[in-house]
């Protein structure tokens, strides 16, 4: 009996486990070249700790397949030191999204956060409340890790990221409290404005133009390349929503980091009336990249 018990034990344990599996596969660089005297073991631990916390941490519901994973990658640049435990430095998050029937990723989120400070010592692990500040190494990592999963979810369904925004909401309200740069009101562009706007249904388009672009435009290209390619100019042209209500509204600025190069890539092999109007599109909402899309009518 105890042995049939024990095996109920096991079966329930691993039907748990696949039911509720990891979503990320999350990548962890840690740069510190600008620290003299650099103690390389503790920034390795360090490394190989957020990338534990990234991706063995459960972050939703829903049921990730191993090739369903997103694809994440954080590269940390340690720019400062101030203690044996206390540092600064820059912060880029990049994840990726697969096409459908094909072999081709692409780009949703390419953002870099210049101010990020922090704790670390050896062996110290990384814990999460969705509610009460903990540590900042802590509230960043999760805050990301929410905006990546919201971004992917919205590229499959109208707002299907709302869940998690509302839980990177949660953690930026509780981290507001602690002070820390990038979380504070009276800064610019930060963490906080991030999802601020994101949530915010006055830039609505952003998310719209998400959906459109990956949903209605890319995964369609496999067999339906002007059809596509039509929906990715309705998408691009659906941010001129946001650009109305701010030209230099943040989310337009976190488009294009993502997608300039794509872009560029797709009208490539487009009629002239699409270079024409992509291009007349692009450099009004992009400007500081308006030499780049001047290349698709020359």
């Known amino acids: ?26 990548r962890v660089s840690v740069q510190y070249s600008d620290i003299p005297d650099a103690d390389k073991e503790l920034f390795n631990n360090l490394s190989k700790t957020i990338e534990e916390f990234m991706n063995t941490r459960v972050w939703t519901d829903n049921k990730f397949e191993e090739h369903e994973k997103i694809e994440m990658r954080l590269n940390l640049r340690i720019t400062k030191q101030f203690s044996n435990k206390n540092f600064a430095g820059t912060l880029q998050i990049q994840s990726n999204r697969p096409v459908y029937n094909s072999t081709y990723t692409t780009t949703i989120f390419n953002h870099v956060d210049e101010k990020f400070n922090f704790q670390f010592e050896e062996n110290q692990t990384i814990e999460l409340s969705e509610t009460s500040y903990i540590s900042n190494l802590s509230s960043v990592l999760s805050f990301y890790a929410y905006i990546v999963l919201g971004l992917d979810f919205d590229t499959y369904s109208p707002q299907g990221g709302a869940l998690y925004f509302q839980k990177a909401q949660n953690i930026a309200s509780a981290a507001n409290a602690s002070n820390e740069s990038g979380w504070l009101t009276n800064e610019k562009e930060n963490r906080y404005w991030l999802i601020e706007n994101l949530l915010n249904s006055t830039y609505a388009g952003y998310r719209s133009a998400l959906y459109l672009y990956h949903r209605q435009g890319l995964d369609i290209m496999h067999d339906k390349t002007a059809d596509g390619r039509k929906q990715i100019m309705e998408a691009v042209a659906e941010l001129e929503k946001v650009y109305r209500v701010r030209p230099s ?15 560029i890539q797709i009208f490539t092999e487009g009629t002239s009336e699409e270079k024409q109007r992509i291009n007349t599109l692009a450099k009004k909402l992009n400007p500081a990249n308006a030499a780049e899309y001047d290349k698709l009518i020359k």
């Open 249 to 263: 509204a943040l989310l337009l600025n976190v488009f294009f980091l993502a997608k300039k190069d794509e872009i």
């Open 1 to 26: 009996m105890k042995l049939v018990r024990y095996i109920i034990f096991i079966c329930v344990i691993l039907s748990w486990n696949s039911l509720y599996s990891q979503e990320l596969r999350c």
